[in-house]
């Protein structure tokens, strides 16, 4: 009944359609005032999350009621400030299960007219978000806005809610990124799964390896710095979000335009070389003091075994050892295992097919990586069902990647490419999972594959699309309910794809409609 909705939708609350004005901002008035309830609770990042919030309110960064929307009863009275307890101040470290939850009233009939509880600073990161969602602009409050009033008890259907960002095929700036991660915080979405590398090119700068750059990076300044990079994982942990890089090995790097010495063809590391190992162990240990994720992504998928079979030196290596290129594929991941992985002290990712336990096409072996690791499942449902029958965690990527019209699973026939967020709203890929297996599925990933998507159609290819999956992975779906994409979902993806527009996101249409900012040439 709410005249506008926040996005992703609340997993449960009421709002009953009345509108509350809050203080304006100075000089005409003190504007929203943060009680901490909890001493040392509001530290920076709690802080940092409400000013946001705030100074969106302030600057007018709020839809307007869709044409023909009645205007909303007004409460009495306004709402001076918001009251916060974060029931667990010190747990500050973002990681998969950490609690996200919070509760958000906003009711200007009480004296506090906004109140938010929640276990931790990241939850309370949430409530601001929506918070800042909840306002549209009103030209008979004070300060040209108002809230509405809503109890919510918000928590995430999946703890982990990722996008992946394509970097080696078309380099993007630092500045896209921290506007990237700012758009997916307003998703709670949790993890950017930082495609890094690719065979196309090697844009990260190494200390130790500075040739890998030098000779790898489309350009001297298509790279990332250390500084640039700790940049990066520094601007998303203040945004509730992990930064998860992707090396991918043996195949999909970059490695033989800085090392050819290690390679057994020109896109595939030679497992043979023992070099290759102490290589690994000393690159990713150099990544490993600038992303501090507890997860590291290493790939391991599309392997071309004709590589291997027509190398000489390898062929013969094999003969010696009684290997075939499927067991040379399993020996490199025994030795990563065992070389590798122990001095890192992560979990670790990495790509699965649907030819998982079918067939051998260099699909990694879960059972060698540590405890806790997950398989991203990039294609249809037999990968993710493999993955979680035989007890391992999964991610699942397969349905909802957003370079393509027709992702590789799914339900998506659509013609038009601007109505693909349908078929990926509408499919639940938990469909048929026992309880046992639903339980290792860790959450969804929207895909972002950067082989024709450059900075300048990023947004618009992104989002709302993007946006669509992010609801799947936040909201849990009432059960038996189909989702109405010809009407209500869609009427409020409109309205956000408004929201986001005005927050200066280059979000495409989804349909026929009209944002304010329509009106202007720039955003």
């Not at 839809?63 to 747990?91: H, K, M, Q, Y």
């Not at 094999?318 to 075939?324: A, R």
């Not at 594929?329 to 030795?335: A, D, I, M, S, V």
């Amino acid at each position: 009944r709410a005249p506008v909705a926040p996005w992703p939708l609340p997993s449960a609350g009421t709002a009953d359609g009345s509108a509350a004005s809050f203080a304006p901002p100075p000089p005409s008035g003190e504007g929203l005032a943060l009680h901490c309830m909890t001493e040392g609770a509001c530290g920076g990042l709690v802080f940092e999350a409400f000013d946001r919030a705030v100074n969106r309110m302030k600057d007018g960064l709020c839809v307007s009621l869709p044409r023909g929307t009645p205007a909303p009863a007004r409460a009495s009275g306004e709402i001076t400030g918001c009251w916060v307890t974060v029931n667990r101040p010190d747990d500050t470290e973002l990681k998969l299960g950490t609690d996200e939850s919070y509760t958000l009233v906003v009711d200007a009939s009480r004296e506090r007219g906004c109140e938010v509880v929640a276990e931790t600073v990241f939850g309370a990161m949430h409530a601001f978000e929506t918070l800042g969602q909840l306002c549209f602009q009103d030209d008979e409050a004070p300060g040209g806005v108002s809230l509405v009033q809503a109890d919510i008890q918000d928590a995430p259907r999946f703890p982990f809610r990722g996008v992946l960002l394509d970097t080696g095929r078309h380099f993007l700036p630092v500045e896209t990124l921290l506007k990237f991660l700012d758009t997916m915080a307003m998703h709670k979405m949790n993890v950017f799964h930082w495609h890094i590398i690719d065979q196309e090119s090697f844009p990260v700068r190494s200390e130790r390896f500075p040739e890998l750059a030098r000779e790898g990076a489309y350009d001297v300044f298509a790279t990332y710095s250390k500084k640039d990079m700790q940049a990066v994982v520094a601007y998303a942990r203040a945004r509730g979000i992990r930064v998860m890089p992707e090396f991918d090995i043996p195949g999909h790097g970059a490695w033989g335009f800085g090392k050819p010495e290690l390679m057994g063809c020109d896109v595939v590391l030679n497992p043979t070389k023992p070099a290759v190992y102490d290589f690994l162990r000393d690159f990713l240990l150099e990544m490993g003091e600038i992303f501090d994720d507890e997860y590291l992504f290493l790939g391991g998928d599309e392997v071309d075994f004709a590589c291997w079979d027509k190398n000489p030196e390898i062929a013969k290596w094999m003969s010696q050892e009684g290997m075939n290129s499927t067991q040379l594929f399993n020996f490199f991941w025994g030795q990563v295992s065992e070389q590798v992985l122990p001095a890192l002290d992560r979990k670790v990712g990495v790509w699965i097919s649907s030819s998982y336990g079918t067939e051998p096409f260099g699909v990694v072996d879960m059972a060698v990586l540590p405890d806790g690791s997950f398989a991203n499942s990039y294609q249809d449902a037999k990968s993710w069902e493999s993955i979680v029958n035989r007890g391992f965690p999964a991610v699942i990527s397969g349905p909802y990647y957003l370079d393509q019209t027709n992702p590789v699973s799914g339900t998506c026939t659509i013609y038009r490419w601007d109505q693909t967020w349908k078929c990926m709203y509408k499919y639940d890929p938990l469909d048929g999972l026992s309880p046992d297996a639903v339980a290792l599925v860790q959450g969804l990933e929207a895909a972002a594959w950067g082989e024709a998507v450059s900075v300048r159609d990023l947004e618009v290819r992104v989002w709302p699309r993007a946006s669509a999956v992010a609801e799947r992975m936040w909201t849990v779906p009432t059960p038996g309910e189909v989702p109405d994409v010809d009407g209500a979902v869609e009427g409020r993806l409109k309205q956000h794809r408004c929201r986001l527009n005005l927050r200066g996101i280059e979000a495409g249409p989804i349909g026929a409609d009209f944002c304010v900012t329509d009106l202007r040439t720039e955003l």
